[in-house]
T-cell receptor
């Protein structure tokens, strides 16, 4: 069966510090991968998605970036965090463009 | 453009009551997919159901049932005999084949609280 991992689970970082969140999927090949952010108030915002290694599409301009160095690894990064980057970050995968997405446990980021 | 509306921000019921969560969607496509997710306090979104636009049959899974009506662009979710463990935020989502983005459009969610 497929599983999706995210780490760390929680993170407190000062403004201006770098960020690296990692997501890995097991049990499937060539999945579509997604990064979402959920701010307080529940709305889910798609940040990035990837249909293959090295292929990244950005949905919202911001100071975040994403990379997919391996088939089942998706990384969310920032060189300098802003206060507004605080939130709950969720990684997800799907088999293809019309299948359901399965979400990881999330990373709660607080920028101080 | 896609849009999903969950007009109920919060619902509170007493255990064993039935509760219906409303979802209304907008899309210009004739082929699209609808989803429901549950987000318990732990935060992880749990996939509940996927429905394509050509299948209007209602679905029942245990205490959960879904009513898909294309005529009113609605995909409502009913929990029968609610339990405390059903307390969570529930999201309705839509995916169609338009545009280059392969994404789900989520509603704003409904916070369900089931009281003992």
């Amino acid at each position: 069966s497929q599983t999706i991992h995210q780490w760390p689970a929680t993170l407190v970082q000062p403004v201006g510090s770098p960020l690296s969140l990692e997501c890995t999927v097991e049990g499937t090949s060539n999945p579509n991968l997604y990064w979402y952010r959920q701010a307080a108030g529940r709305g889910l915002q798609l940040l990035f998605y990837s249909v293959g290694i090295g292929q990244i599409s950005s949905e919202v301009p911001q100071n975040l970036s994403a990379s997919r160095p391996q088939d089942r690894q998706f990384i969310l990064s920032s060189k300098k965090l802003l206060l507004s980057d605080s939130g709950f970050y969720l990684c997800a995968w799907s088999l293809d463009r019309v299948s359901e997405q399965y979400f990881g446990p999330g990373t709660r980021l607080t920028v101080t | 453009a896609q849009k999903v509306t969950q007009a109920q921000t919060e619902i509170s019921v007493v255990e064993k009551e039935d509760v219906t969560l409303d979802c209304v969607y907008e899309t210009r496509d004739t082929t699209y997919y609808l989803f429901w997710y549950k987000q318990p306090p732990s935060g992880e979104l749990v996939f509940l159901i996927r429905r394509n636009s050509f299948d209007e049959q209602n679905e029942i899974s245990g205490r959960y049932s879904w009513n898909f009506q294309k005529s009113t662009s609605s995909f409502n979710f009913t929990i029968t005999a609610s339990q405390v463990v059903d307390s969570a935020v529930y999201f309705c989502a839509l995916s169609d084949l338009s545009g280059s983005a392969r994404q789900l459009t989520f509603g704003s969610g409904t916070q369900l609280t089931v009281l003992p």
